[in-house]
């Protein structure tokens, strides 16, 4: 096989020095268009995980490699002249410039044939002449840009200014440290990588960059002035560059990673923030898994298919790992008044990858440290802390979220929904959502759907909370409020989830005459008198709500539904009172509120969930979303319920885990109003780490409660804790040791050879 290898990085010359180890007779060529001894950046951080899969396929690299390796396991945050230092990390770092002289020597001794201060052909001329082209030509990639209608390249600029510089001394930690200036705020990304080195960013928003007027300084002076702001830091000591400049980070996701032989290979296929330190630990695992699959496979097509099937899962966690740990630095000023533990815990945690169970594993004392400032009682799990909305207290942070049963008959709530909810509130939650109750029989989703527009209904959903309340002392019940406005008139979920009814459909109203989709059923404009209706059937639903014995309402103005219908400029096309401007598209939403919350008990408090944003061009965004939230805080809410999207059809979310949280943190800091945070958020670290790090107030789980509807006491079984935050039920406190399990062994290294 012959392997032509476009680029000179840490990725490509690792995955030459496999596929040539791998087996001998392969002729490998590397072009790099610069000398031997250039290299751009400084010290490079490979984790523990990297370096594992390097020594099992490779012991002699690996052998080069910790003989080069700084080590250190502490990080420092420092901010308004304090230092917060977190134990237990466990870094390894070294010189770029001595990993490619490492991956250098290797590949010469195997017999790679290295042409430097070349540009490689083209990639077509390549892909002709070659068996098998690996393009890691950077994130600027000349392969992926050739071929891009296949490979389908997206690439994001992001909204920070960073320059890479080095000291020549060694930090003694990762530092991250703070700069409050008249233009704004700076941040400094600091880590040794030599025993008298140390790697240096300076990062700041792009605003603050032309305010403090880098954009005009010459690179000597913004490098000296950088040195200046954060001579604590740098003992005194000067900056220096190697050809660094200014630029902001972009993010890379391809489609396709191959096409035909040519095979996308670390940066050219995909980026993530360097705040994670991943972009070489990423290309070294292409190369490992690359090698592996051509091994394994065999067919070249199978083993670029298995290479691309198992990198782009692995990819895209990290990516959104990275994207998180990106935008919280992007908008840092939001947490800079925060208690100054609290403040380090939230910078630890910002990825979502160290959590609170495991950074105190790390560091214990450190975690118990911010658990003592958050107010948690010795042996009290963040989750496990009451909160206070109004005149109720939840013994816990614990929210069993609303989900739709569609089990209702004539939106009479029976047998299911006792069963249903009763058991969620025997399993310890601190406060229980019903699903959306509709507020007409028009106003439901399904022929499902539970309702409270009749006194039937009332009486059934007594039976409820008399339940919750006697059965389930300490855990609040609350009711979802809405109208399924255009998503109406719908088959059961599992029979078709938005798809019309057969037979027996009902007319259906909205904002704007506007369907959910192609073959929905076309609702009609509402006019002022069906407003006023409407606004009517909420009230009297609330009403009955407060006499069924609810502790809690929440006002559904999410997901699309009637409510939400009004807030969002894709879905409200009026050119009344009631569209048009942020505020005249509130308009019916505040007012519908207002006549709820003047029925509604003054002792019970009220809570609104809207779609942070529509996950769609021209809809709803974060910054809108912060407004919506002021503009019910204003009027009375007590919380808000932060969801996303299903606001369209033709939405494109970015799944992945707590990935609604973000929206919810940004509302809490930014509107000052107490928040719920929804979304893939699945285990009790999770909710954990979210509480500490004051993204949200209180967490919303639907799915874990379908699959155990107790597991807010088997999360309290599983940290250890007994205390007023949680009570088994007597019936089942026999049950409330955690059963045995056997044992699981670790996965294989994925690339052993013999030396």
């Known amino acids: 096989m012959k392997v032509a290898v476009i680029g ?172 409050e200036t008249e233009h704004g705020v700076l941040q400094l990304h600091g880590y040794p990588y030599a025993a008298d080195a140390s790697t240096v960013i300076v990062e700041m928003r792009e605003e603050v960059w032309k305010a403090a007027g880098y954009d005009e300084l010459a690179p000597h002076e913004s490098i000296e002035r950088c040195a200046k702001i954060f001579a604590d830091a740098l003992r005194g000591r000067p900056l220096r560059s190697n050809n660094s400049a200014w630029t902001t980070f972009r993010t890379v996701v391809n489609d396709r990673w191959s096409h035909g032989n040519v095979v996308l290979l670390g940066d050219a296929a995909h980026t993530a923030h360097f705040s994670i330190g991943s972009g070489t630990k990423l290309a070294v695992e292409d190369a490992l898994a690359l090698a592996a699959c051509l091994r394994e496979q065999p067919t070249l097509e199978g083993a670029l298919r298995a ?23 992007e908008n840092l000023p939001l947490y800079l008044d925060q208690p100054p533990r609290q403040f380090a815990f939230n910078l630890l945690t910002r990825s979502r990858r160290v959590t609170h169970d495991n950074l105190r594993l790390r560091d214990a004392r450190f975690t118990g440290a911010v658990e003592r400032e958050f107010g948690c009682p010795p042996g009290t799990p963040p989750m ?5 909305l109004r005149g109720l207290t939840l013994r816990n942070r614990v929210v069993v979220s609303p989900m739709d049963m569609y089990s209702a008959t004539d939106g009479v709530p029976g047998d299911f929904h006792l069963v249903h909810l009763g058991a969620r509130a025997l399993g310890g939650a601190g406060l229980v959502m019903t699903e959306m109750v509709c507020v007409s029989e028009e106003g439901r989703i399904t022929p499902g759907c539970a309702g409270l527009y009749t006194g039937r209904q009332a009486e059934a959903w007594r039976r409820v909370t008399d339940f919750v309340h006697t059965r389930a002392p300490g855990t609040a019940i609350g009711v979802q409020l809405g109208h399924a406005g255009r998503k109406g008139s719908t088959k059961l979920m599992w029979e078709g989830i938005d798809e019309p009814l057969p037979r027996g459909n009902w007319p259906l109203v909205a904002a704007s005459p506007l369907p959910y989709k192609p073959g929905s059923q076309t609702p009609r404009q509402l006019t002022r008198a069906q407003l006023t209706d409407i606004r009517e059937q909420f009230t009297a639903a609330a009403w009955r709500a407060a006499r069924a014995g609810f502790d809690l309402l929440e006002l559904h103005c999410a997901h699309g539904y009637l409510l939400s219908g009004f807030l969002s400029p894709l879905t409200n096309r009026r050119t009344d009172a009631y569209g048009g401007s ?63 999207g299903q606001v369209v059809a033709e939405e494109r979310p970015e799944f992945g885990r707590s990935y609604q949280t973000p929206f919810a943190d940004r509302i809490r800091h930014e509107a000052g109003v107490p928040v719920i945070a929804v979304g893939a958020i699945s285990s009790w670290d999770d909710v954990n780490s979210l509480i500490l790090a004051g993204r949200t107030d209180l967490c919303a789980l639907a799915r874990p409660h379908l699959y155990d509807p107790h597991w807010t006491l088997h999360a309290a079984v599983e940290q250890g804790y007994e205390g007023p935050g949680v009570d088994w039920p007597a019936p089942y406190r026999a049950g409330s040791r955690r059963p045995q399990t056997g044992r699981t062994d670790a996965p294989k290294p994925r690339l052993t050879l013999e030396s």
């Open 8 to 179: 000179g990085g840490p990725g490509s010359l690792y995955a030459a020095a496999l596929l040539k180890r791998l087996d001998p007779d392969r002729e490998i060529t590397l072009w790099e268009r610069n000398a031997q001894g250039d290299t751009f950046g400084f010290g490079v951080v490979l984790s523990d995980e990297t370096l594992g899969g390097i020594e099992h396929a490779d012991p002699v690299v690996y052998e080069a490699l910790q003989r080069g390796f700084v080590r250190w396991d502490d990080i420092d945050i420092v901010r308004r002249g304090t230092t917060h230092r977190s134990g237990g990390h466990g870094f390894a770092a070294l010189g770029r410039k001595r990993l490619l002289e490492i991956l250098h020597t290797r590949c010469h001794a195997l017999g790679v044939d290295l042409r430097f201060r070349t540009e490689a052909p083209s990639p077509d001329r390549l892909s002709a002449e070659y068996d098998l082209v690996v393009a890691a030509d950077g994130v600027r990639s000349t392969t992926r840009e050739t071929y891009a209608e296949v490979f389908r390249p997206q690439v994001t600029e992001h909204r920070c200014r960073y320059i890479w510089l080095a000291a020549d001394f060694a930090f003694d930690a990762f530092r991250f440290e703070i700069a």
């Open 307 to 329: 290479y691309e099937e198992e990198r782009k899962p692995v990819v895209a966690s990290t990516q959104r790992a990275a994207r998180a740990s990106l935008e919280w630095f």
């Open 384 to 388: 496990f802390t009451p909160f206070r």
């Open 582 to 644: 942020p505020e005249r598209r509130l308009r019916f939403p505040l007012e519908v509120f207002d006549a709820v919350r003047a029925v509604w008990p003054a002792e019970r408090p009220m809570t609104v969930r809207i779609s942070a944003t529509d996950w769609a061009e021209g809809g709803t965004t974060a910054e809108d979303a912060v407004e919506i939230a002021r503009a019910f805080a204003a009027h009375g809410a007590d919380a808000i319920d932060v969801s996303t």
